[in-house]
């Protein structure tokens, strides 16, 4: 019998990996920010708003990692460090700014349809 919804297992995974990658509550931001060019630490600190040094630091960390940031460190006195998008991160971009349009445009159909299932479960 022929299964109904066939995938690769290996397909399956990659999405999964990249989604936990990128769906965290700060790599989006980070991304989002560094599509505007080059940082340094402090202006992307400043931009985000709520993010800690360690939380931010670890998300530059594992975004560097993963191939979408470059950390660049000057030889000046105190040092100065800049962080940019790759290749690959600016193409992440593409769906980034996408996801982000949609969430805009339904953000009140997303809450509505919240209310409406609330309402219902608080009726039951």
């Known amino acids: 019998m022929k299964p109904r919804h066939p995938h690769v297992t290996g397909d399956c995974l990659a999405v999964s990996d990249i989604l ?21 630490f402090n202006e992307l600190k400043h931009c985000i708003g709520n993010i800690s ?8 960390r ?11 460190v000057f030889p000046t006195i105190p ?10 991160g600016r193409e992440l971009l593409i769906p980034v700014k996408g996801l982000a349009e949609w969430a805009i445009t339904n953000a009140g159909r997303v809450s509505a349809a919240r209310a409406r299932f609330d309402g219902v479960k608080a009726a039951a």
């Open 79 to 88: 040092p100065r460090v800049d962080y940019e998008l790759t290749d690959l």
């Open 53 to 60: 040094q360690k939380m931010l630091t670890t998300t530059l």
């Open 20 to 40: 936990q990658r990128i769906g965290d509550k700060w790599s989006l931001l980070v991304v989002q920010n560094l599509g505007e060019g080059p940082q340094r």
């Open 62 to 72: 594992s975004l560097e990692r993963d191939g979408f940031v470059t950390r660049t």
